[in-house]
């Protein structure tokens, strides 16, 4: 393949930073386990927030980073798999815990649904341009919160005040910290893979 279509193929619109590797199933089975097992183990970057039962964890950065490197389909399946398998027991939700029900539980679910948006969102370029993934990020955070914040309150009977409070505004500064490093790291891969295509 000659390097100028080697370049048209790697910024082909609909395609995600996980495409650039060679396609067959066990590629896609290796992505979804290991986007699952990169989210468990920056999970355990854990520091308690005082007050809160929800911690700072590199959890919620993992889960956007895998969501938007391997797109929809398989940052869902890897998000899927990580929420069962901690569920079932696996102790690799913040700070090793596993089980459903807690109070963070909902972080973990909104997780899911934001890997599955900004996955979406990459396929349509919006890993590609620092301006466009700080507001991938931004949306994929706010998902987050949107299902966890409610999520807390029920488990523990909050209220929105106090969980908006315990579980949204001790995270945005690093929130914003996660989304520097997005935009820093996602634009620069893709400029990487144009220049090694």
Do not use: C, H
């Amino acid at each position: 393949m000659s390097t100028a279509s080697a370049s048209a193929a790697v910024f082909r619109p609909g395609t995600v930073l996980a495409d650039l590797l060679p396609a067959s199933r066990a590629r896609d089975i290796a992505l979804v386990v290991g986007g699952a097992a990169l989210t468990g183990l920056a999970a355990q970057l854990s520091v308690p927030v005082p007050g809160s039962p929800v911690p700072v964890t590199g959890q919620t950065f993992a889960a956007l980073l895998v969501g938007t490197a391997l797109g929809a389909r398989r940052g869902f399946l890897a998000l899927a798999l990580y929420a069962m398998a901690g569920a079932a027991g696996t102790p690799w939700f913040a700070g090793g815990t596993s089980g459903a029900g807690g109070a963070s539980f909902g972080y973990v679910l909104g997780m899911l649904l934001a890997a599955t948006v900004v996955g979406a969102l990459a396929r349509r370029g919006a890993d590609r341009s620092v301006a466009r993934t700080a507001a991938t990020m931004v949306l994929g955070s706010a998902i987050i919160y949107a299902v966890g914040v409610p999520y807390l309150m029920a488990a523990t009977g909050m209220s929105l005040d106090a969980a908006v409070a315990a579980g949204l505004t001790p995270f945005l500064i690093g929130d914003a910290l996660k989304a520097a490093l997005a935009m820093g790291a996602l634009p620069a891969a893709w400029k990487l893979a144009g220049r090694r295509g």
